[in-house]
């Protein structure tokens, strides 16, 4: 069984080693990026019922769903790799625009821990707490 784990490795070290950078750079990316972009969250955002309609260009709307749905894969991947996975996967769902979106965003920030956890990141970008 050890003979065929060391063989898995050495045929297939090159891909190893690449997932191993591509998930150091993410996590790395992640610790940057997280504090910045849960700072554009507006403080009453899960408070608040009211929140506009989709007033954008076409074309800003497939940018913000791409950009989201990436996030939202990361943080799936950084689930069980290094890096902040459920907020990697909040922030890509409040970019994406589809159908019970609020409701999935609600049940996610109802966690405790992950409430604080973004709240804790607000406070390293200087800004004030999220309301609930």
Known sequence: M?????????EYEDILIT???VSGLVFVVSLL????LLGKIPVDYF????????????????????FGFLLLLAGVIMLVTPGQGVISILLG????????????????????????AINWLREK?????LER
Request: charged share 20%.
């Open 125 to 129: 970008a200087n800004k004030p707490p």
């Open 19 to 21: 997932i191993g950078i």
């Open 93 to 116: 769902l409040s970019l994406m625009e589809f159908p019970g979106k609020r409701q999935l965003e609600l049940k996610l920030i109802r966690n405790d821990a992950t409430f604080q």
């Open 33 to 36: 990026a997280m504090p910045w």
């Open 2 to 10: 050890l003979d065929f784990i060391n063989n898995l490795f050495a």
């Open 47 to 66: 408070s608040n019922d009211v929140h506009c309609e989709n007033n954008h260009h076409f074309f800003i709307t497939l940018i913000r769903n791409l």
